[in-house]
């Protein structure tokens, strides 16, 4: 993964300490680009083109799908928004649209985006407790 540091940064390696100056691009492991990118420390380097209509959605099994080439805000991969806040603006949007073209009130439609997005939820969980 490609990263550039945002600060100057002391690196510990086996032979001792390297400094990186700030706006330093480097090639790195993801495990180590993650720790990194989590303390704030360095940014992703776009590596891969995005497409702005690849967003997030849920499949007709409720499935969550993000797509590789998607926004990087979508890619929690590389530093971008969690599944969480990404699952929130689905429901929001889900609920929105229910409204506006559905006719439905606020509470109905929210209730039916609920339902949708709660869906992929159990289904997450339930995948991690059988592993």
Known sequence: MKVEF?????????TGTRSIAAGTVLDMAEDKASKLLA??????????PFNPAALPYLDQRG????????????????????VQETLRELFEERAA?????????????????????SRYVQDHHKGESER
């Open 6 to 14: 945002l600060h100057d940064f002391e690196a510990k390696t086996t």
């Open 39 to 48: 303390a704030g420390i360095v940014k992703v380097v776009e590596s891969v």
């Open 63 to 82: 499935r969550l799908v993000i797509p590789f080439d998607c926004p990087p805000k979508y890619r929690y991969w590389a530093g971008g928004q969690t």
């Open 97 to 117: 649209i229910m409204q506006h073209d559905g006719g439905l009130s606020k509470e109905e439609a929210e209730q039916q985006a609920a339902r949708i997005v």
